[in-house]
């Protein structure tokens, strides 16, 4: 059975910084893209970043391009979401998945995972 487990959320000033991170289990994680998706309230999901299998391919959603990292261990079987220069607009529950195809290149569409974590909220105030 996937599960997947978030932590690292709280409350941060604008500029600030988080790490995010993913503790996976139940399936082979060196096998699969990983994503971070975030949720404001009001709003749809929307996709952040994804990693490849093998970690040398990321994807990025522009509105975080140059300020947030994702990155994978799969000796821990840990995905992470290093987050710099936090912005208000950044505020969301932050969710990690797990792509539903093994040695895909990385999906960004909320459709193409399907494994999720119960999500951490993360609020930076201005």
């Known amino acids: 059975q996937v599960q997947l487990a978030e932590s690292g959320g709280g409350l941060v000033q604008a500029g600030g910084s988080l790490r995010l991170s993913c503790a996976a289990s139940?399936?082979?994680?060196?096998?699969?893209?990983m994503g971070w998706f975030r949720q404001a309230p009001g709003k749809e999901r929307e996709f952040v970043a994804a990693?490849?299998?093998?970690?040398?391919?990321?994807q990025y959603a522009d509105s975080v391009k140059g300020r947030f990292a994702i990155s994978r261990d799969n000796d821990r079987n840990t995905v992470y979401l290093q987050m710099h220069s936090l912005k208000p607009e950044d505020t969301a529950v932050y969710y990690c998945a797990r792509d539903s195809r093994p040695f895909r290149v990385p999906a960004t569409k909320t459709y193409e995972f399907d494994s999720w974590g119960q999500g951490t909220q993360v609020t930076v105030s201005s």
């Open positions: 990693v490849k299998w093998a970690a040398a391919n990321t």
């Open positions: 139940g399936y082979i994680f060196s096998h699969y893209t």
